[in-house]
């Protein structure tokens, strides 16, 4: 049993997996945002409130996306058909698993129980960038 309800729409992809095993169902309007490997949006935990924030200009008639993996670790790897110019075929099963490049970029969005979750995981990443 769980405490889901998908008569009103909630279904098990619509929950996140948190630090400490906590599991969360995603509220509106995140719960609906699309992947994209080019998003324009990010998610962030501030004092145990998720908030949707823009990362660059989103122009008028531009869909709300933003990137899965931010967050992630042992998900499963899902095909990608977000059709950006920057997308990568697939979203892979952990932020880890990206091109270190790409974690660099990444690393001002993690939430901090993410970063504090994946500390030597991610001194390793940083260590990889500063040789």
């Given at each position: ?6 008569e ?10 948190l ?19 080019d ?24 869909e ?24 990568r ?7 880890f ?18 970063v ?16």
């Open positions: 049993d769980h405490p889901l309800q998908p009103l729409g909630e279904f098990d992809y619509h929950c996140d997996y630090a400490d095993g906590l599991v969360i169902l995603m509220q509106s309007p995140e719960r609906h945002i699309n992947h994209s490997c998003p324009n949006t990010y998610v962030k935990t501030i004092d145990g409130i998720r908030h949707v924030i823009a990362w660059r200009d989103i122009y008028n008639g531009e709300i996306t933003y990137d899965y993996i931010i967050n992630c670790h042992d998900g499963a790897v899902w095909e990608c058909n977000c059709s950006s110019s920057k997308c075929g697939t979203i892979p099963s952990s932020f698993d990206l091109p270190v490049s790409l974690q660099q970029v990444y690393h001002p969005f993690l939430d901090e129980w993410f504090r979750e994946h500390q030597e995981r991610i001194a390793t990443m940083l260590s990889k960038l500063e040789s």
